[in-house]
């Protein structure tokens, strides 16, 4: 059946011709291009088939393995915002340029945070906080770092907010402190600046937003020329006392490289003493804990099924037994307002031990006249000191910026005083020695080893001798601690939980006897 279509176009001699030429086209296009395109192209995937498969039959098991855990490298992230946003953004940058060339541009004498925002290379939108002097050097610094700045502000509640470390708990851990001091000297002794270790350190410690912070304030301020020590005081408390004083030495000297160093094995030992301290309050701490557990299983759910076979049976209960029966019924009924006046115990001693210095100065007096916890603290109290003692005289810090630092290192109220008698003898031209002679708190091998180092004139070598003559003593003790608490608790918790099983048992035999006289 011929179509309407058909007919026209049989009847329209142009049409045939057009179409006779389309049809022509398309037979040459194939044979020019796409015949040998796709015989390129089939060749191409057999070749790769046949290399893959090759290959994969010459790699081992392990090179398999790792082809198949390699991590696979994402494509980098562009962000794209909207016009609008491009020109709010264009808005903000106008008005910072306008800013800078006038009240922007006037350093203030102290530093202040300041809230920056700007876009990477990748057009991601940043925000973050600096320290500076000036919106214009922290502009100068972003700029450096190859940012776009749109905006840069400070206040009063900025300054708050994120100025004092204490607040936001800004204080670097031991464990990243050494970290940071080992990598720092590893790069400097690859042959990087300063300057450019702390930006390699930015990168390489990101994580904590507060430490990231510290550490591009610390570029900043070696970027407008400040010292190294300079920088870290300005960080507030996130840095040791001790640390900024080593370095500030260091400058003077330069020997930069050998106090971090320095500084690397003495807080990699501190830290040591610390784990020593945490590993003999583990143990006791969990058995105490299982220990209380069990006694407060037994007290709520196992005495009360005896008090009521008691009472079925008309046994009479005195003595220890109804005294334990009661305790029981205390502590199932009334347990809420014991749990809280043990908090409420617990936080008014933390809190008169932090802010109250006689309530303080009691406490460490008390524990330090109870046997083997008395050790385990001057043990401790005087590596700490001697060590710090040590590294501050190698370093040649002055003895009276060295007394400063060390009643900074200690929060027992003792040797503090200690330090502050040594101060005194030293401006009254006395010898260091005389603040420690016939001291409770200072044995006499550590007072004679002192008047020894300094008779001879090598006291920081003596004051090393002290510190690793009493972290042995403190480790040895810790040790023989641990080992007699282990038997202790165990028999302290054998006599709780036997004592009341026997007070819950006796009126059982009573009751026994009753019914065999009957």
């Given at each position: 059946?011929?179509?309407?279509?058909?007919?026209?176009?049989?009847?329209?001699?142009?049409?045939?011709?057009?179409?006779?030429?389309?049809?022509?086209?398309?037979?040459?296009?194939?044979?020019?291009?796409?015949?040998?395109?796709?015989?390129?192209?089939?060749?191409?995937?057999?070749?790769?088939?046949?290399?893959?498969?090759?290959?994969?039959?010459?790699?081992?098991?392990?090179?398999?393995?790792?082809?198949?855990?390699?991590?696979?490298?994402?494509?980098?992230?562009?962000?794209?915002?909207?016009?609008?946003?491009?020109?709010?953004?264009?808005?903000?940058?106008?008005?910072?340029?306008?800013?800078?060339?006038?009240?922007?541009?006037?350093?203030?004498?102290?530093?202040?945070?300041?809230?920056?925002?700007?876009?990477?290379?990748?057009?991601?939108?940043?925000?973050?906080?600096?320290?500076?002097?000036?919106?214009?050097?922290?502009?100068?610094?972003?700029?450096?770092?190859?940012?776009?700045?749109?905006?840069?502000?400070?206040?009063?509640?900025?300054?708050?907010?994120?100025?004092?470390?204490?607040?936001?708990?800004?204080?670097?851990?031991?464990?990243?402190?050494?970290?940071?001091?080992?990598?720092?000297?590893?790069?400097?002794?690859?042959?990087?600046?300063?300057?450019?270790?702390?930006?390699?350190?930015?990168?390489?410690?990101?994580?904590?937003?507060?430490?990231?912070?510290?550490?591009?304030?610390?570029?900043?301020?070696?970027?407008?020329?400040?010292?190294?020590?300079?920088?870290?005081?300005?960080?507030?408390?996130?840095?040791?006392?001790?640390?900024?004083?080593?370095?500030?030495?260091?400058?003077?000297?330069?020997?930069?490289?050998?106090?971090?160093?320095?500084?690397?094995?003495?807080?990699?030992?501190?830290?040591?003493?610390?784990?020593?301290?945490?590993?003999?309050?583990?143990?006791?701490?969990?058995?105490?804990?299982?220990?209380?557990?069990?006694?407060?299983?037994?007290?709520?759910?196992?005495?009360?099924?005896?008090?009521?076979?008691?009472?079925?049976?008309?046994?009479?209960?005195?003595?220890?037994?109804?005294?334990?029966?009661?305790?029981?019924?205390?502590?199932?009924?009334?347990?809420?307002?014991?749990?809280?006046?043990?908090?409420?115990?617990?936080?008014?001693?933390?809190?008169?031990?932090?802010?109250?210095?006689?309530?303080?100065?009691?406490?460490?007096?008390?524990?330090?006249?109870?046997?083997?916890?008395?050790?385990?603290?001057?043990?401790?109290?005087?590596?700490?000191?001697?060590?710090?003692?040590?590294?501050?005289?190698?370093?040649?810090?002055?003895?009276?910026?060295?007394?400063?630092?060390?009643?900074?290192?200690?929060?027992?109220?003792?040797?503090?005083?200690?330090?502050?008698?040594?101060?005194?003898?030293?401006?009254?031209?006395?010898?260091?020695?005389?603040?420690?002679?016939?001291?409770w708190a200072i044995p006499d091998v550590a007072y004679y080893m002192i008047v020894t180092g300094e008779s001879t004139g090598e006291l920081a070598e003596m004051m090393q001798k002290v510190s690793e003559y009493y972290q042995g003593l403190h480790k040895n003790t810790i040790n023989n601690l641990k080992a007699f608490i282990e038997p202790i608790m165990i028999a302290l918790l054998a006599v709780v939980v036997g004592g009341i099983?026997?007070?819950?048992?006796?009126?059982?035999?009573?009751?026994?006897?009753?019914?065999?006289?009957?």
């Open positions: 059946m011929i179509t309407e279509d058909a007919k026209s176009n049989n009847a329209n001699p142009f049409i045939v011709i057009l179409n006779i030429f389309k049809y022509a086209f398309v037979g040459l296009k194939y044979v020019s291009y796409e015949m040998w395109a796709n015989l390129y192209a089939g060749a191409s995937y057999k070749v790769d088939k046949t290399y893959q498969s090759t290959k994969q039959a010459f790699m081992t098991e392990e090179d398999k393995i790792y082809e198949r855990t390699k991590r696979k490298v994402k494509k980098q992230k562009v962000y794209k915002y909207s016009a609008k946003t491009l020109a709010k953004l264009e808005e903000e940058k106008k008005k910072l340029l306008v800013d800078l060339q006038t009240a922007g541009a006037t350093r203030s004498k102290e530093s202040h945070v300041y809230y920056y925002k700007v876009r990477d290379n990748t057009g991601r939108i940043i925000t973050g906080t600096m320290n500076g002097l000036s919106k214009l050097d922290i502009n100068a610094y972003l700029l450096n770092e190859g940012y776009d700045v749109y905006d840069i502000k400070t206040s009063s509640f900025i300054d708050f907010a994120f100025k004092d470390s204490s607040f936001l708990g800004k204080k670097m851990s031991t464990k990243d402190l050494i970290f940071w001091l080992t990598q720092l000297s590893t790069y400097i002794k690859a042959g990087l600046t300063l300057n450019e270790a702390i930006k390699v350190l930015i990168t390489q410690m990101k994580g904590n937003k507060a430490r990231t912070t510290a550490f591009k304030a610390i570029s900043y301020e070696l970027t407008l020329g400040e010292s190294f020590s300079s920088a870290l005081e300005k960080q507030g408390n996130m840095f040791p006392a001790l640390l900024i004083n080593m370095i500030k030495a260091a400058e003077a000297s330069g020997t930069l490289i050998e106090t971090l160093d320095d500084m690397v094995a003495y807080y990699t030992e501190i830290d040591e003493t610390k784990k020593q301290m945490k590993s003999a309050m583990t143990y006791p701490m969990i058995v105490s804990f299982f220990s209380l557990a069990v006694i407060i299983f037994i007290m709520i759910y196992v005495v009360p099924q005896f008090e009521k076979i008691y009472a079925q049976q008309g046994a009479p209960v005195t003595g220890i037994t109804k005294f334990v029966l009661d305790f029981s019924k205390f502590i199932k009924n009334d347990w809420l307002p014991v749990v809280v006046g043990i908090l409420a115990i617990v936080v008014t001693i933390i809190m008169l031990y932090k802010h109250v210095k006689a309530f303080r100065t009691s406490m460490q007096i008390l524990l330090m006249k109870i046997p083997v916890i008395k050790d385990i603290i001057i043990y401790n109290e005087l590596t700490i000191f001697s060590k710090t003692f040590a590294s501050l005289l190698r370093n040649n810090v002055f003895i009276t910026d060295s007394m400063d630092i060390l009643s900074k290192i200690t929060n027992n109220e003792i040797y503090k005083s200690i330090l502050y008698k040594t101060v005194q003898n030293i401006i009254r031209g006395d010898k260091i020695s005389e603040a420690f002679k016939d001291h099983i026997v007070a819950v048992i006796m009126p059982m035999f009573n009751l026994y006897g009753t019914i065999q006289h009957s």
